[in-house]
T-cell receptor, first 109, second 114 residues
């Protein structure tokens, strides 16, 4: 059974710091991996999608990597800002999305 | 485009009542799905649909029914609400179930069952 884990569950950093969020999955048979952002009381917003054949994707200050063989993905956020404060969720697509429980990020001004 | 819309935003039910959570999308997406989000458990798939007239069960389907009569709408029915169904419900859609298709989520419905 596919399981997705995100560590740490919560993270607090000062503004301007570069940071890495981790995601691991137990079964490498995935079609893609997606990173989402969720603000309190809101829905999920897609940040990056990495297909299983890709190693990384970039969007602005965000860079996501995928190592399917080791079952790991990282989301790198450069020069963090208070507006980046949110919960970050990773999910693997196997014909349906299987989510991790998220990392709650707080960027302190 | 309005994207994925959900109504209502909030709902309180008594045990045993029934209701329908509405979900609509205006992007002509074939794939639609329902998730529930509970503290410490993440989002779990309830039901999904790969096109009008086609639905299937997800990870936690018990107590929920769905139908897909049009491409745009994918309502979720609670037949006899139970306190265990207290949760936040999200509807999502994508162009297809392909590997390149981003999932778009609605704003959610917060349901409390007393």
């Amino acid at each position: 059974k596919q399981e997705v884990t995100q560590i740490p569950a919560a993270l607090s950093v000062p503004e301007g710091e570069n940071l890495v969020l981790n995601c691991s999955f137990t079964d490498s048979a995935i079609y893609n991996l997606q990173w989402f952002r969720q603000d309190p009381g809101k829905g999920l917003t897609s940040l990056l999608l990495i297909q299983s054949s890709q190693r990384e994707q970039t969007s602005g200050r965000l860079n996501a990597s995928l190592d399917k063989s080791s079952g790991r993905s990282t989301l790198y956020i450069a020069a963090s800002q208070p507006g980046d404060s949110a919960t970050y969720l990773c999910a693997v697509w196997v014909g349906k999305l299987i989510f991790g429980t998220g990392t709650l990020l707080a960027v302190q001004p | 485009n309005a994207g994925v819309t959900q109504t209502p935003k909030f709902q309180v039910l008594k045990t045993g009542q029934s209701m329908t959570l509405q979900c609509a999308q205006d992007m002509n997406h074939e794939y639609m799905s329902w998730y529930r989000q509970d503290p410490g458990m993440g989002l779990r798939l309830i039901h999904y649909s790969v096109g009008a007239g086609i639905t299937d069960q997800g990870e936690v389907p018990n107590g929920y029914n769905v139908s897909r009569s049009t491409t745009e709408d994918f309502p979720l029915r609670l037949l006899s609400a139970a306190p265990s169904q207290t949760s936040v419900y999200f509807c999502a859609s994508s162009w297809t179930s392909g590997s390149t298709d981003t999932q778009y989520f609605g704003p959610g419905t917060r349901l409390t069952v007393l």
